[in-house]
């Protein structure tokens, strides 16, 4: 381990004082490195950009939600806020 460090990073005689991490292929592969990890970084914020990524709507969730509650035979979820029932059970639990 400490040979392989020495001989790409510490100058000495036997590496004719330049490390093998500024040599030609080293140097390349770092920068094909660099190029790599842009591209990668800046494809991830054009696909968040745009609309190519999912699109998740909370009805459609709550009725696959719904459909497996029925298979189970357990009560329906609600769509919104807007149903009196969520309002009461809402008001209930914050007045206590």
């Known amino acids: 381990m400490f040979k392989w460090f020495k001989k790409y990073f510490i100058p000495h005689k036997v590496n004719n004082y330049k490390p093998h991490i500024f040599r030609e292929v080293s140097v ?3 920068f094909l490195t660099v190029i790599a990890l842009f591209l ?3 494809s991830g914020r054009i696909l968040v950009g745009t609309d190519f990524t999912a699109l998740v709507l909370p009805k459609v969730l709550v009725d ?5 509650r ?3 035979n357990y009560g329906h979820l609600l769509h919104g806020i807007g149903s009196s029932k969520l309002v009461t059970i809402l008001l209930t639990l914050v007045k206590t």
Do not use: L
Request: glycine share 0%; hydrophobic share 55%.
């Open 64 to 68: 696959y939600a719904n459909q497996d």
């Open 70 to 72: 029925d298979a189970k």
């Open 40 to 42: 990668v970084a800046v």
């Open 28 to 30: 390349f592969a770092i």
